[in-house]
């Protein structure tokens, strides 16, 4: 078998590729190994002919990405490199095929696709995984030297084709990611995009949106009926030039805006990161790979064993020899070298590996291979090779590279584990990071995260031997299952050891079971999802899985839409009303003449009229429009009230005047995320604000430390420490008492809590920081050093605490049993024994010293666990009505004896098959959860964004419903909303959580129904059963609530929230976040707001509008979108009337003419009127405005009445009709009356007062006079009286210089315009509009 099927990848090789038809001789690529190798033995030798006539062709990309891999010549396990420099068995299968039938290159691969010959035949992923036989082993025992892991691997092999061909990866399957290598198949890039359109399909879309607008296809329509000669009137260009105008403005519009999209996230996807990458390590690059390896082994070490091979040798062995001595710890020459290089978010694939620092954000979805900190780092590297050279020559090999370390470090694990994964100050051990998944779930809480055991003990270089076996993409981010093989290193090596064949017994053991070390699981623990930002003061080394679109955060985000205004709809309807208008005049007119006194055909004749009347539609209503967004687009983002402020879609600034629902998320959003220790209470004192100075004055003379007389000990404070009232002997017993409780309290919560302090250098400063999962003890234990009581040094042995004041050790404790803070047990303890400072070192003894369980948690949980008190539960609610989360704090004292109990049944609780966890609880309950002493009770704050306590307010006066989603807990979302003021103070919050029937979903409906003015607070998983069963019910329901908090929502949920309620109520919906788990929602929104958040702009960047603080949102609303609205309605409806007035003139004029159509104003009068005589006045609207900002503010009430739509209505708009119709038929009747039927003189009056009309018009109109409307006006009328002398084509230039055209021009002007303008003054004074309340007030 062996001559037939000799190529050595198995079929779980990463590296089969599409490049297997590029060969090379192997002689070209490496002539000293080779030809060095060769001469090892003389049956080599005289195979080697051969051999080289076999496979002296190989591709060209296994070798390239072996060494990519640096799978050097000892891993190969799963690559053609795995064997020689070919792969092939010229060095292994001249030592094996001395038995016959003995396929050497199947009996050591671990298995790899055919990357040997194009089109090979797969074999079976576990079908050539036999045991190599003893008799084999002892034959080869003068040639080789075999580590003793060559049994299975539990490798799994990757769903590899045949060919061998990169394909693209089916999305639905699970993969297997080769570590620092190219992949097998085509994975997504990994680029960010928010842009709605591609290169192909912006004009297609844009278009089809355009025409999708009734008036565009009209006007389309009407463009084109001027190809046909008989319906033509006047220039074609006259209808054409303006559509393509407005076309050409919108489309700019939105590859302007959609260019700005591109460009950042361009600047997201430029983001550089640091990749490891993975060299074949060769002779001359040794010691380049020790000066660039972050783990650096001691290289005065390397250097003197490296002297001790045989010089000849040296080639051959220079990467065996690692194999071997990773086992023992020996020196040796990685698999790879490893050269750190920067690549940009965009470049980053599959297989990659990051590394990732404090405060960085996670490009893509990734799994943690080895985490280490910071400061422990250089201790590392002190004691990565503590051996001395001699060693090198009398060690024996028989340790595999994992065997060692992935024990204890399991081991590790494991007491890290039963610790609740507590935080250790030697996390390098067990690969320990803290993440911030804010911006992926919303959870506050900072997440544990670990490296695999088996990785985290690896060297960097190491890392081309992992492959990750990863499941298909999912939304999901609380779950990941996978696995991570670690290959072993190059079974056919042989080192510097070959003429010792008496070890070989001692080395080989076929029977080993090894697959127990070389494949771990992977469990969300092990991953950092996109977006997620580090926040530990640790170094992390982390595969790329998924990448671009497959990452969680994209799975759950909607894809951008193109957004359109409500007004725009509105404007269309009244599009098609005016048409309507426009046919009906047609037909009368045709009618009034006679359909068989026409001329020609009578269609023909009203088609003409059609085209006559298209002015009725103005088309040059959608430049103005467009070119007000424009404006109040770039008025936004030069308002200084609002820094930062930025408009992504600048179709949508009305949208901003007509909000009725705002949908917010709370981390980062509402709140800071920082929390911030507000106030303590010790059961007859509470301190908060400035009284925390007396509990630091208490703290100081508790803990203040004697100066002991023997300097060989130094005394510790324990909690019945009897000396520290020495230093109050003159104080009342009253306040000795208090503060005593105080001392307690403090200490308790110095010692009850899973926080590790790391030291950082800020500005050359060492600066003390806490990392835990939690940010309220965070703040809990920075309080306690505010107060002259600051942690140390924790790991998962002990801690101690210093003395800010004296810098000196005040208490150490042994840390005895951990019980983390679940979501369901809502406490956290930890029993510890205090040390007294007598101990000698090392010493472990359980009678030592005091042993105290400390408890805090909930006061739900610990109001039955601690002993009868009159006080905890008033002082609770006491600080719950002020938005504190509030933790009780308890301790009990255990003697020996009962600590040994418990531990006993502990212990044996904890390796109980069945019940395990319920088990363990009980035994808690049993042992320490009983009649604990109360010491007090804390109220942390979650500090809230500036100002949103007044900008909540305001905005719930201007009408504007808040709920608020978030991904984060019960607890937490009830305090932020009552902080915030979301509720008001005594307002019934009805808590729906874990609602899991239907009857008692409907239970809740009824009490909801019978209690509208009550706040609701529900879970995601009840909210996903009301919105099944109960939809419309619910939603009916929930929008009349004033205030609705849902917790616990996945990104898709806060989506179909907006939606629903958009989809129900027909209401424009404001949605605002910060984070990457709230794009879905933004986007599901009519107005998206984003605001730039501490860790990532995926929200800003996604959003319609950015802004930096959530207190802008208010004067994004109350201010510029009130505004924006205001002035759009009343341009649309001026152009609306300019366009009618001309209309009307047009009607009245053929009517006069017999009801020829005929048109009034042909060519330059018609383009001009549209253009340079009206246009700059009638624009200059957008500056208009009716109240200054600071009424704004003060009556958010105005805002209110804008959501009803009042200031652009049918009504307004038919009484902008019939002022239309007054003008239009007084302005053409009287200039025929008064001059003549048709001709130059009618002409020249009529257009004049008609031009006339328009400016009178803008300036009735105008509420707050600004310069540029002066300007506008006055240059519009000088524009127009200059032109004049050259309109003789239309006007009589003699009659215009005569007092008699200026005396008509002046009367019919005042006939058209003093009774609109009275009617407007009557009822401005009979129902005065709010403004002009407000601004009389």
């Known amino acids: 078998m062996s ?74 396990g799963y ?90 990866h089916d999305p639905s399957s699970s ?62 260009s006259t209808y054409i030039v303006p559509l393509v105008a407005v076309l050409a403005i919108t489309l700019g519009k939105e590859a302007f805006d959609d260019i700005g999209r591109r460009r950042r996230d361009n600047e997201a996807n430029s983001e550089g990161y640091t990749v490891l990458c993975f060299d074949e390590p060769g002779v001359g690059n040794a010691e380049r790979y020790h000066a660039k390896k972050k783990l650096k082994l001691k290289q005065n070490a390397k250097s003197k064993r490296k002297t001790l091979v045989e010089p000849d040798r040296l080639s051959d062995i220079q990467e065996e020899d690692a194999a071997e001595s990773r086992g023992t710890g020996l020196a040796h020459f990685p698999s790879a070298s490893v050269r750190e290089v920067i690549r940009k978010s965009r470049d980053l694939k599959v297989g990659d590996v990051l590394k990732l620092g404090k405060d960085q954000r996670v490009p893509a979805d990734v799994v943690i291979l080895k985490s280490y900190t910071n400061e422990s780092a250089p201790i590392a590297e002190e004691n990565e090779v503590p051996i001395t050279s001699q060693s090198l020559l009398v060690e024996p090999i028989s340790d595999p590279p994992v065997d ?77 299952v996978g696995t991570v093989d670690l290959l072993p290193v190059n079974r056919a090596g042989y080192g510097p050891y070959l003429p010792r064949p008496p070890r070989l ?149 009305e949208e901003l005047g007509r909000i009725e629902y705002l949908l917010s998320d709370k981390t980062g959003t509402l709140t800071q995320n920082e929390m911030e220790m507000k106030k303590i209470h010790v059961g007859t004192v509470s301190y908060a604000n400035e009284a925390m100075d007396e509990v630091a004055s208490y703290i100081k003379q508790g803990f203040s430390v004697p100066v002991s007389t023997d300097a060989s000990q130094s005394m510790l404070i324990t909690p019945s420490s009897t000396f520290v009232a020495l230093t109050t002997v003159t104080a009342t017993r009253t306040r000795r008492e208090i503060g005593s409780r105080v001392r307690d309290v403090v200490l308790a919560l110095a010692i009850c809590h899973n926080v590790t302090p790391t030291a ?57 049993e951990v019980f983390p803070f679940t979501s369901d047990g809502k406490r956290m303890g930890i029993i510890v024994q205090f040390l007294d400072g007598s101990e000698t070192a090392g010493s472990v003894n359980i009678e030592a010293g005091e042993i105290w369980f400390y408890q805090k948690g909930a006061d739900t949980v610990m109001g039955s666990i601690v002993a009868a008190n009159d006080w905890l539960d008033e002082e609770t609610a006491n600080m719950a009505r002020e938005g504190l989360r509030t933790l009780v704090v ?84 009830r305090c932020v909303a009552v902080s915030a003021k979301l509720v008001a103070r005594g307002q019934y919050i009805h808590t729906i959580a874990k609602l899991k029937r239907k009857d008692n979903a409907q239970d809740h409906l009824d009490f909801l129904r019978g209690k509208k003015d009550s706040a609701l607070l529900i879970d995601g998983e009840s909210l996903a059963l009301l919105l099944t069963h109960f939809r419309t019910e619910f939603i009916g329901l929930a929008v009349l609530l004033p205030a609705v908090i849902a917790c616990r929502c996945s990104p898709t949920q806060k989506a179909d929230i907006a939606i629903l309620i958009r989809e129900f109520t027909k209401k424009r919906i404001c949605c605002i976040g910060d984070g990457g788990n709230d794009v879905s929602m933004i986007q599901a929104a009519d107005v998206g707001v984003g605001i730039v958040g501490k860790e990532g702009r995926q929200a800003s960047l996604a959003a319609d509008f950015s802004i930096t603080q959530f207190c802008h949102l208010t004067k994004l609303l109350v201010w510029h979108g009130r505004n924006s609205y205001k002035r759009s309605a009343k341009l649309a409806q001026f152009v609306i009337h300019r366009g009618l007035i001309i209309s009307v003139c047009q009607t009245m004029y053929s009517i006069a003419i017999k009801f020829e159509p005929d048109g009034l104003y042909k060519d330059w009068l018609m383009v001009g009127y549209a253009t340079v005589y009206t246009m700059a006045p009638v624009f200059s609207l957008v500056l208009d405005k009716d109240v200054d900002e600071n009424l704004a503010n003060l009556y958010p009430e105005l805002y209110k009445e804008l959501t009803s739509g009042s200031s652009l209505s049918y009504r307004t708009f038919f009484v902008w009709v019939f002022v239309s119709i007054y003008q239009g038929g007084m302005i053409q009747g009287l200039s025929q009356i008064l001059t003549e039927t048709s001709g130059p003189k009618m002409t020249a009056v009529s257009f004049t007062v008609l031009v006339l009309n328009e400016l009178c018009m803008v300036a009735f109109e105008i509420t707050t006079w600004h310069p540029i ?65 407000v601004q009389a007030i």
Not at 112 to 134: F, K, T, V, Y
Not at 438 to 467: H, I, M, N
Request: hydrophobic fraction near 35%.
């Open 760 to 816: 950082e250098e800020e500005n050359g400063q060492m600066v003390t920081s806490y990392q835990a999962s939690s940010p309220d003890e965070i703040a809990i234990v920075k309080w306690t050093e505010a107060v002259s009581l600051r942690l140390t040094h924790r790991d998962r042995k002990g801690m101690t605490l210093h003395s800010v004041d004296t810098g000196r050790p005040v208490v150490r404790v042994r840390i005895l």
């Open 404 to 480: 060692s370390t992935a024990a204890t470090v399991a081991e590790g694990h494991e007491s890290t584990s039963k610790l609740g994964n507590t935080p250790s100050a030697d996390a390098g051990g067990v690969g320990e990071t803290f993440i911030r998944t804010d911006q992926l779930d919303g959870e506050t809480d900072w997440k544990l995260r670990l490296g695999s055991p088996l990785t985290q003990s690896l060297e960097p270089s190491e890392f081309v031997r992992l492959r990750v076996v990863a499941g298909k993409p999912d939304k999901k981010v609380n779950e990941f």
């Open 890 to 973: 308890g301790r009990k004292r255990m003697s020996v004896q009962q600590y040994q109990e418990f531990a006993a049944s502990y212990r044996e609780a904890a390796v109980s098959i069945n019940g395990r966890d319920a088990g363990m609880a009980r035994v808690v309950s049993h042992y320490l959860e009983r009649d604990l002493e109360l010491l007090g009770v804390t109220g942390v704050e979650d500090k809230l964004q500036r100002d949103v306590k007044p900008s909540l307010e305001l905005l719930r006066n201007a009408g504007i419903k808040i709920w608020m989603l978030t991904g984060d807990k019960v607890e937490t979302a």
């Open 1269 to 1333: 409307m002066i300007i506008c006006l006055l240059g519009t009328l000088l524009v127009y009286l200059g032109s004049m002398p050259f309109l003789g084509r239309y006007f009589d230039l003699a009659f215009i210089i005569t007092w008699g055209f200026v005396w008509r021009v002046f009367a019919i002007g005042a006939i058209s315009l003093i009774p609109p303008y009275a009617g407007k003054l009557i009822r401005r004074a009979v129902k005065p509009p709010s403004y002009r309340k």
């Open 175 to 236: 993969r297997t990611v080769s570590v620092g290598a190219s992949q097998t198949a085509r994975f997504p890039p990994n680029a960010v995009s928010n842009a709605k359109y591609t290169p192909v399909s912006f004009l297609p879309v844009t278009l089809y949106n355009e025409f999708s607008f009734f008036f565009n296809m009209y006007f389309l329509l009407v463009a084109l009926s001027q190809a046909i000669p008989p319906l033509r009137i006047g220039y074609l």
């Open 3 to 76: 001559s037939s099927y000799h190529q050595p990848d198995a079929p779980n090789s990463p590296l089969d590729d599409s490049d297997s038809d590029l060969d090379l001789d192997i002689q070209e690529l490496d002539p000293i190994t080779t030809s060095v190798a060769a001469g090892l033995s003389s049956s080599r030798k005289e195979r080697k002919p051969q051999e080289e006539r076999r496979t002296a062709h190989i591709p060209l990309r296994n070798l390239r990405m072996g060494g990519l891999r640096g799978l050097g010549k000892r891993n190969r």
């Open 79 to 168: 690559g053609d490199l795995g064997r020689d420099r070919d792969g092939n068995n010229e060095d292994l299968h001249g030592l094996l095929s001395d038995e016959p039938g003995v396929d050497g290159a199947n009996r050591y691969s671990v298995g790899s696709s055919n990357g040997g010959e194009d089109g090979a035949p797969l074999l079976a992923a576990n079908s050539h995984r036999r045991r190599p036989s003893i008799d084999t082993f002892n034959k080869l025992g003068s040639h080789l030297r075999l580590p003793s892991f060559l049994s299975t691997t539990g490798s799994q092999a990757p769903p590899d084709d045949a060919e061998g061909q990169a394909e693209e």
């Open 505 to 653: 017994s001692n080395e080989v053991n076929p029977e080993q079971p090894s697959s127990s070390t070389n494949s771990a699981p992977l469990t969300i623990d092990n991953t950092a999802w996109c977006n997620t930002v580090l926040a530990s003061n640790a170094t992390t080394l982390a595969v790329v899985v998924y990448t671009g679109s497959q990452t969680r955060s994209a799975l759950s985000t909607s894809p951008s839409r193109s957004k359109t205004g409500l007004l725009e709809y509105e404007i269309n309807s009244l599009t098609k009303i005016l048409c309507a208008l426009t046919a009906t005049l047609s037909v009368v007119l045709v009618a009034l003449e006679g359909f068989e006194k026409v001329e020609g055909k009578w269609y023909i004749k009203m088609m003409r009229f059609l085209v006559l009347f298209s002015t009725i539609v103005p088309i040059s209503l959608r430049v103005n429009l467009d070119m007000g967004k424009t404006v109040y687009s770039w008025f936004i983002q030069r308002d200084t009230g609002m820094p930062g402020a930025v408009v992504r879609t600048s179709t949508i600034p």
